[in-house]
């Protein structure tokens, strides 16, 4: 497995922004794996927000952050990155960046497409 290590959490006003920043070592080819990451809000199960094929050519986003959040990935330097705007305070949670099992999913991507997890950072959206 890969090991993930996040960064770039905290806590942001309604309307601000934040850059979660994931990076990739050991394990599997970074670049031969779709990633993902995924959120856990307290007492909700964990959900995919985004996620991106092993070659950037399709990205998911779920219908709760689409046009706010945008998830992209550097191949060579092993990162993946979720660039979030207009945050609001349901966006608070527990994120975790997560490699999957294969280069892709299908239909759309689940827990059960990834098997590896990093440590996961807090965002808290509040005034």
């Known amino acids: 497995q890969v090991r993930l290590v996040e960064s770039g959490g905290g806590l942001v006003q309604p309307g601000g922004s934040l850059r979660l920043s994931c990076a990739a070592s050991g394990g599997r080819s970074f670049s031969s794996v779709a990633m993902g990451w995924f959120r856990q809000a307290p007492g909700k199960e964990r959900e995919c927000v985004a996620a991106i094929y092993w070659d950037a050519s399709l990205t998911y986003h779920a219908s709760s952050v689409k046009g706010r959040f945008t998830i992209s990935r550097d191949n060579v330097q092993g990162t993946t990155d979720l660039q979030m705007n207009a945050l609001k305070p349901e966006d608070t949670g527990v994120y975790y960046c997560?490699?999957?099992?294969?280069?892709?999913?299908?239909?759309?991507?689940?827990?059960?497409?990834?098997?590896?997890w990093g440590q996961g950072t807090q965002v808290t959206v509040s005034s």
């Open positions: 997560a490699a999957g099992k294969r280069s892709a999913w299908s239909g759309y991507p689940s827990l059960a497409d990834f098997d590896s």
